[in-house]
């Protein structure tokens, strides 16, 4: 068993909070362990808690059409959410279920170490543009480490609100050439104090 099938095999168990016990099946996420994008959306709705699948109702049709204006599919990037249960009534999550759920998000990613990643929505948003407003901030990146972070809006906002559909497709355009500065401009992370963390975490570019 891979690291990560034995990740998603402790989420498929997991009861560390109440959605442990309404979900009718956890959804870790999926994509290659090599993936160079990682997208992170806020929680599975209806569709995916039946599948047990990441973004497969409407958000995920659109997702996967933003994906190939931009020369990506679904099986070239790994995408998960920061809650893997879906809320009942597809709430917002509460901050225990966050808490959670976070150990898994972080090995995840620890895993994987993608290149880039983009936060879908505010509550994956919050994680690493903290106190930040998303209709400010999105398309804005920072990099972390040798990772580079993108926050945009949830496909779903589109959805309710067609005025966000353009926007989060200019968003998505900026994606591949945030994968090539990865590239060609990596980052070694290395050990720092915490002031200095701080001070890369804010630091936008």
């Not at 995408?79 to 917002?92: A, E, L, M, S």
């Not at 106190?131 to 804005?140: C, E, Y």
């Given at each position: 068993m891979g690291k990560l099938d034995q990740i998603n095999d402790e989420i498929a168990r997991c009861r560390k909070c109440r959605l442990g016990y309404s979900r009718t099946h956890a959804v870790p996420g999926e994509g290659p362990e090599d993936a160079e994008v990682m997208f992170i959306g806020e929680a599975p709705g209806f569709h995916e808690d039946r599948q047990g699948r990441p973004f497969v109702g409407a958000s995920g049709h659109f997702l996967d059409e933003l994906l190939e204006e931009i020369g990506l599919k679904r099986e070239d990037v790994f995408?998960?959410?920061?809650?893997?249960?879906?809320?009942?009534?597809?709430?917002?999550p509460k901050p225990d279920e966050l808490?959670?759920?976070?150990?898994?998000?972080?090995?995840?990613?620890?895993?994987?170490?993608?290149?880039?990643?983009?936060?879908?929505?505010?509550?994956?948003?919050?994680?690493?543009?903290?106190?930040?407003?998303?209709?400010?901030?999105?398309?804005?990146?920072?990099?972390?480490?040798?990772?580079?972070?993108?926050?945009?809006?949830?496909?779903?906002?589109?959805?309710?609100?067609?005025?966000?559909?353009?926007?989060?497709?200019?968003?998505?355009?900026?994606?591949?050439?945030?994968?090539?500065?990865?590239?060609?401009?990596?980052?070694?992370?290395?050990q720092s104090t915490p002031d200095d963390e701080k001070y890369t975490q804010l630091r936008l570019f």
């Open positions: 995408i998960t959410n920061v809650v893997k249960c879906r809320p009942p009534g597809n709430r917002d808490k959670a759920c976070a150990p898994y998000l972080e090995r995840q990613i620890e895993m994987i170490k993608p290149k880039v990643i983009v936060t879908l929505g505010r509550f994956s948003m919050e994680r690493y543009f903290p106190g930040a407003s998303i209709t400010r901030i999105h398309g804005n990146h920072k990099r972390i480490g040798s990772t580079i972070y993108m926050a945009t809006f949830h496909p779903a906002a589109a959805l309710r609100q067609p005025k966000w559909r353009d926007t989060i497709r200019d968003d998505f355009q900026k994606i591949p050439e945030l994968l090539k500065m990865a590239k060609e401009h990596p980052v070694e992370e290395e």
